[in-house]
C-alpha cells in the first residue's frame, strides 16, 4: 500500500538552510505536498509540486523531486526561529481522494 | 469565518460513552476529508465526501464511527462506544474539489478516559 517515510528530527541554527526528506512509494500520485504543522495550530500548507517537475522553488522554499527514486525534498534557506514546527510530507492515495502523510519532521531552530 | 472550524475544540468523556465533533467547511467547498492524529503521528484518512454522499470510507477503522453530511455542508463524526485507543485529534479538511489544496481545521482534540 501506500506509504510515506520521513526523518523524526531536525536541528539547525537560526541562518541556515535546513533540508527535510521524505521518500513515497505510489508512483501514481499526481501531486506531492508539504505541510507545517505548528503548536496547537491547523496543518497549513506550505508548498505542492506537479510530479511532472523536478524543482520548485518559491521565497525561501525549494522543493527537490527525484521520481526514479521516489524522493522529496524541502529546503528551507535562512532558517528562523518561526520556522520551529513540524514538516508533513504528503502524497496522494491511488483513488486520488485522501492524503497520506509521513509521521513528520520535528525542525528545531536555534538562535 | 474564513476557514474550516471544527467543534468542540476539546471533549473529554468516557469509555462507552458516545460522543459527535463538528465540521464547518469553507463556504461552497463541495469535498470533505475526516482524518484523525494520534500522538507523533501524520494524519491519517478516515473519510471522504464528495457533497453529501461519502465517497470513500475505507479509512473508517470499524463500525462504531461514522459520519454524515446531509446537506453537503456542515459534516458530523459520530464515535459510538468510544475506547481509550479513540483519543486522538480529529482533523477536518475541505477543499473546492477533489484535486484542489486541502484546507484543514484546527481539530477536535478527544480524550477517552
Redesign the interface.
Known sequence: GED?EQSLFLSVREGDSSVINCTYTDSSS??LYWYKQEP??????LT?IFSNMDMKQDQRLTVLLNKKDKHLSLRIADTQTGDSAIY?C?ET?Q??????????TTLSVSS | GAGVSQTPSNKVTEKGKYVELRCDPISGHTALYWYRQSLGQGPEFLIYFQGTGAADDSGLPNDRFFAVRPEGSVSTLKIQRTERGDSAVYLCASSPGTTSEQFFGPGTRLTVL
Open positions: 510515506v499526481t501531486y496547537g495550530a491547523g496543518l497549513q500548507l505542492y508533513f504528503a492515495n483513488a486520488g481522494t485522501a492524503l497520506i502523510f509521513g509521521k513528520g
